[in-house]
């Protein structure tokens, strides 16, 4: 079964403001090639940080994702 990581550019790739702590599925074996989020952000491995913890600001999207189908949870009425 796989795992629910946390995914944020590296430091010093991307500003502060846009090192958010995404949510991806990790695969079974080893690594891609890119961390496709759960908001649909793609984060090349390359230039990714890799935790099996949140650290930072989390993306709102990606909290609002249920298991990166993609589709929003839908809000308050």
């Known amino acids: 079964m796989s795992a629910t990581v946390a995914v944020r ?3 010093g790739v ?6 958010q702590a995404h949510l991806a599925t ?3 074996t080893g690594i891609p ?4 989020t759960f908001c649909g952000l793609e984060i090349p491995a390359s230039l990714a ?10 993306c709102m ?15 308050p009425a």
């Not at 991307?14 to 090192?19: A, D, I, L, N």
């Not at 940080?49 to 989390?58: D, L, W």
């Open 9 to 11: 550019f590296a430091f």
């Open 26 to 28: 990790a695969p079974d």
């Open 14 to 19: 991307v500003g502060e403001s846009r090192r």
């Open 33 to 36: 090639d890119r961390w496709r």
């Open 61 to 75: 999207r990606c909290l609002g994702t249920p298991g990166g189908t993609g589709r929003l949870l839908p809000g």
């Open 49 to 58: 940080e890799v935790s099996a913890r949140p650290a930072g600001m989390p």
